[in-house]
């Protein structure tokens, strides 16, 4: 089957770096996204990879390992806004993306 | 980015009633537009790949006749929830993609917070 595993939720302090972790299992492999989700809100792209290794834009920061199975979002300079769930999507054979239910990451003053 | 919009954004209705969502992209020629549907505090849930003039493809369990779905034109999908019960009521979404983008990336609508009474 297909699947997603990221924590359910992470606390962080503003400023400081936080490092959200996915793990996956898809049938065939197209890349991966991740997405923010501000509660109430519909997602919003944030990066995507679809080779090995780190993908750095602005603050954020996405890295994957493909014969892991593996990715995380790297969150730098926290900011308040930045509380949000965090989706690891990634896209399988018939490109269509894998959702899981997130990480809702809370950031604390 | 590319911009998609939706309408209404949030719509109350009797149980029994139809109520139709709009999905819009404003800015390029969305080839195929994707439906979600997300429970509070849960994943977003695919319900239908629609691609422009031809029949949406609906993932299992989602009932084609209750939530039809038109996308007429390269710019715009609807979602008609037919006899709409409590049960219905949601979080819809809308996405959108177009062939020769390099990542393939969908954007999303802002989303229809459906309450049915």
């Known amino acids: 089957g297909q699947n997603i595993d990221q924590p359910t939720e992470m606390t962080a302090t503003e400023g400081a770096i936080v490092q959200i972790n996915c793990t996956y299992q898809?049938?065939?492999?197209?890349?991966l996204f991740w997405y923010q989700q501000h509660a109430g809100e519909a997602p919003t792209f944030l990066s995507y990879?679809?080779l090995d290794g780190l993908e750095e834009k602005g603050r954020f920061s996405s890295f994957l390992s493909r014969s892991k199975g593996y990715s995380y979002l790297l969150l730098k300079e926290l900011q308040m806004k930045d509380s949000a769930s965090y989706l690891c999507?990634?896209?399988?054979?018939?490109?269509?993306?894998?959702w899981g239910a997130g990480t809702k990451l809370i950031i604390k003053p | 980015g590319a911009v998609v919009s939706q309408h209404p954004s949030w719509v109350i209705c009797k149980s029994g009633t139809s109520v139709k969502i709009e999905c819009r992209s404003l800015?390029?020629?969305?080839?195929?537009m994707f439906w979600y549907r997300q429970f509070p505090k849960q994943s977003l849930m695919l319900m239908a790949t629609s691609n422009e003039g031809s029949k949406a493809t609906y993932e299992q369990g989602v009932e084609k006749d209750k939530f039809l779905i038109n996308h007429a034109s390269l710019t715009l999908s609807t979602l008609t929830v037919t006899s709409a019960h409590p049960e219905d009521s949601s979080f819809y979404i809308c996405s959108a993609s177009s062939t020769g983008w390099d990542y393939n990336e969908q954007f999303f609508g802002p989303g229809t917070r459906l309450t049915v009474l």
């Open positions: 898809t049938s065939g492999f197209n890349g």
């Open positions: 800015d390029f020629q969305a080839t195929t």
């Open positions: 999507a990634p896209m399988d054979s018939n490109y269509q993306l894998i």
């Open positions: 990879n679809v």
